[in-house]
Nanobody, 114 residues
Framework: QVQLVESGGGLVETGGSLRLSCVAS???????MGWYRQAPGKQRELVAR???????TYGESVKGRFAISRDNAKNTVYLQMNALKPEDTAVYYC?????????WGQGTQVTVSA
């Protein structure tokens, strides 16, 4: 079973940037991967997805600000987040997408101050 470890979160001001990383313990090149987030009191949502061919799609709320990328040789998925807003505050997770088949990691907290 692939284990996922997310990192790179933190506290940032509105308009700032962060780069999240997700390292998988096994090969992910055969999987479409995504970044999800869960804000307090809300359901987990998929915000960015990268297919095995590198085709990317984004949720409307992050389109134009976030960019997902992957390095299959390193079994790593990245999320570059720019122009951050307070509403981006959440715990961010990676997993296969759109259906999550791996065990969830601990996630990484992103907090955007107003």
């Amino acid at each position: 079973q692939v284990q996922l470890v997310e990192s790179g979160g933190g506290l940032v001001e509105t308009g700032g940037s962060l780069r999240l990383s997700c390292v998988a313990s096994g090969n992910i090149f055969n999987y479409n991967m995504g970044w999800y987030r869960q804000a307090p009191g809300k359901q987990r949502e998929l915000v960015a997805r990268s297919t095995t061919a590198g085709i990317t799609t984004y949720g409307e709320s992050v389109k134009g600000r976030f960019a997902i990328s992957r390095d299959n040789a390193k079994n790593t998925v990245y999320l570059q987040m720019n122009a951050l807003k307070p509403e981006d505050t959440a715990v961010y997770y990676c997993n296969s997408a759109p259906r999550s088949i791996f065990a969830w990691g601990q996630g990484t907290q992103v907090t955007v101050s107003a």
